[in-house]
């Protein structure tokens, strides 16, 4: 959606709903429009062995995915033998499409400012080279893990100065995403300043829904005391990208890999979000994000897409 679009597409939502709870953006699109991507992340960070991107691209392409979440950093490519130009071409060859991409920084610090302008200028020419729309943006990390409520980060400053320090930030990259017709989601994860319900609710408030949407992980939301259908519907006016990730155990912080879960073997409540995003007529990329297998990340894929297309296809469709 361009940026003319994106902005009337808000004021409507805004004009006809309170609270953006409704999500009147997508409300007069035709429903069938979910695409299914997964992130490169599963295969790239595999202890078992080093594997190729190539080879992350054939497993896609065999499962029969829409599409992958990356865009190539510097270096990668050459790796491979790959310009961008000729990684493009492949993409196409095997019926994939760049879903989104990542984004992270230290948004709330000042003398950061430049330096994470320059950053996410070179993603959104990245990602727009590839034909993407969509930039998730990853919070500053939360620290402190002595402190299991994290109320305070490491450097004594109040969690909540943190997300208000980085939404005129998180404004300004929208804003410069827009101009290229690309879309930014915030994207709660655990372990950042922005994990719990309320934390959420507090940079969700201060930022521009005419530019800042949500990009929300089912599986962060749940380990941060969430509920992730009903936040993602209470954010819906402004949903533009989800990850897909099942969680189940107790969180001991910081290292959330081991309650990660293949699709369907964690306490995420799935078929409620399809039930959801089949109401709001919910239009856009679906992303399993598997930050750690016990399997090969092939056999992991596999078994995330088993369930999509026995249990969660059927849903929506």
């Given amino acids: 959606m361009d940026r003319r679009q994106f902005i009337k597409n808000a004021a409507i939502t805004s004009a006809l709903i309170a609270g953006g709870t409704k999500f009147a953006a997508c409300a007069a699109k035709p429903r069938a429009n979910i695409r299914w991507s997964m992130g490169w992340i599963l295969w790239r960070d595999f202890k078992g062995r ?19 979440e990356y865009t190539p950093r510097k270096g990668d490519l050459e790796k491979i033998g790959h310009t961008r130009e000729s990684f493009r071409d492949l993409l196409s060859e095997k019926k994939l499409k760049v879903a989104g991409n990542y984004f992270g920084g230290n948004f709330h610090e000042p003398e950061k400012h430049d330096e994470i302008i320059s950053a996410f200028r070179n993603t959104v020419e990245n990602v727009k080279f590839y ?13 402190n893990w002595s402190d299991f409520n994290h109320e305070v980060s490491t450097d004594n400053i109040p969690i909540s100065d943190k997300i208000k320090a980085m939404a005129p930030v998180l404004n300004e990259l929208g804003r410069i995403a827009a101009d290229s017709g690309i879309q930014i989601g915030l994207h709660p994860h655990a372990n950042t300043i922005v994990e719990k319900p309320e934390e959420i609710d507090l940079i969700m408030g201060l ?12 599986g962060h939301i749940l380990l ?10 209470k ?17 001991q912080r910081p290292d959330f890999l081991p309650n990660v879960r293949e699709l369907g073997q964690g306490q995420v409540d799935f078929p409620d ?14 992303n399993v994000e598997q930050d750690y297998t016990t399997m090969t990340p092939y056999e992991s894929a596999a078994k995330s897409m088993k369930y999509i297309k026995e249990t969660l296809k059927p849903i929506y469709t």
Wanted: charged share 20%; aromatic share 8%.
């Fill in 131 to 143: 034909g993407a729309k969509n930039i998730v943006i990853g919070p500053p990390g939360r620290g």
């Fill in 235 to 251: 954010y819906a006016g402004r949903m533009n990208y989800v990850h897909l990730k099942d969680v189940a155990g107790d969180f």
């Fill in 207 to 218: 930022t521009d829904p005419n530019f800042v949407g949500m990009a929300p992980d089912l």
């Fill in 273 to 286: 979000l399809m039930k959801l995003l089949k109401e709001i007529k919910f239009s856009g990329w679906l």
């Fill in 224 to 233: 941060g005391g969430g509920d992730p259908v009903a936040i993602i519907r």
């Fill in 50 to 68: 080093e594997i190729s991107l190539l080879e992350a691209v054939q497993n896609l392409s065999d499962l029969g995915l829409d599409g992958i």
